[in-house]
């Protein structure tokens, strides 16, 4: 284990991504990471879209011209990253049109391997809406936006108007994030309990690696925004909103224990090309302890998750 008696040559925060417009890399790593993410929080949500959003199905055997019957649902995700989400929605949604937008696709697969009702395109979503997307979708997707708001004091009202300017009259916004305010670092523990065999600890001399990636990632509070997302809604006028917290079960913890340190590391070689070399160093040495203090204390860092929806009134 490191010796943790004497202060750090650099102190590890994610206040270090003050002056970076997105925190993580695109690569073929990120990616990895992208796409392992997916399937987790798909695992703990079970939907890709939450069960009170209600989807338009088209009946090809009715006569009936309403447009809920006749036209496809329309569905974006904002910051599609690898289009997994996408890809998956395909398959939950045959019958439905996907638009995925991203500052940087490079990460997604080429239009030629997607199925076709999916459609790829570049915009960064905190600039004006192109003019050809105001009102067209029944459901806008967006995931970990936390990523490029919280940097630069990003406000978030403009992004959210941009997602309320993207939806028809009565279309709805589905907004998933971490939760850092119930962020804590879980050991196991001989106590019983009918809820979990973890416990979810503030601190500890036994995971000194953990607690500090922990305190690294609060960043006093840089992200507890996140968990606020129904009433940010609600005030750029969204109604019906609400906000749903998902935490993992006892099996994954370690899964996203590991995908966590695979974001602390992604994170930390971001800053070292960005000049930033002693604080890339200290995640560095940080996630390696890290990942010791898992194996041998039976812990990992766990950043819960939040799921917040509203729809668009029909004026």
Not at 127 to 151: K, M, W
Not at 155 to 168: E, V
Not at 237 to 262: I, M, N, P, S, W
Not at 292 to 301: H, P, W
Request: net charge negative; hydrophobic share 40%; glycine share 8%.
């Amino acid at each position: 284990m490191g010796d943790y008696s004497t202060p750090a040559p650099e102190t590890a925060t994610f206040h270090h991504a003050n002056d970076q417009p997105y925190s993580l890399q695109h690569n073929h790593l990120a990616a990895c990471r992208l796409n392992l993410q997916h399937y987790l929080w798909r695992e703990v949500f079970q939907f890709n879209l939450h069960p009170s959003i209600p989807i338009p199905i088209p009946n090809p055997t009715s006569t009936s011209t309403s447009n809920s019957e006749t036209n496809p649902p329309l569905i974006a995700d904002i910051a599609c990253g690898t289009a997994l989400w996408l890809i998956d929605m395909s398959h939950q949604l045959p019958h439905a049109h996907l638009d995925g937008f991203d500052i940087d696709l490079t990460q997604a697969p080429p239009p030629q391997w997607l199925p076709e009702n999916i459609t790829l395109r570049e915009w960064d979503a905190l600039t004006p809406v192109p003019a050809d997307l105001h009102g067209r979708y029944d459901i806008v997707h967006v995931r970990l936006a936390v990523l490029f708001l919280s940097g630069r004091d990003v406000d978030p009202a403009p992004f959210i108007r941009n997602l309320y300017s993207l939806l028809k009259p009565g279309g709805w916004v589905q907004w998933d994030e971490l939760d850092c305010v119930r962020m804590c670092v879980k050991k196991i523990t001989t106590t019983p309990s009918s809820f979990s065999s973890f416990s979810c600890c503030l601190g500890g001399d036994d995971t000194p690696a953990l607690e500090e990636l922990r305190v690294a990632c609060s960043a006093d509070g840089r992200h507890d925004w996140a968990v606020g997302i129904a009433g940010m809604l609600e005030k750029e006028g969204f109604v019906d909103t609400r906000t749903e917290g998902f935490d993992e079960k006892d099996e994954l913890v370690r899964a996203f224990g590991d995908q966590h340190l695979l974001t602390m590391g992604e994170f930390g070689a971001k800053l070292g090309q960005g000049g930033k070399v002693k604080a890339a160093q200290r995640f560095g040495v940080l996630v390696e302890e890290a990942y010791r203090e898992m194996v041998g204390r039976g812990a990992a860092l766990s950043i819960p998750r939040v799921v917040g929806v509203g729809r668009k009134p029909v004026l």
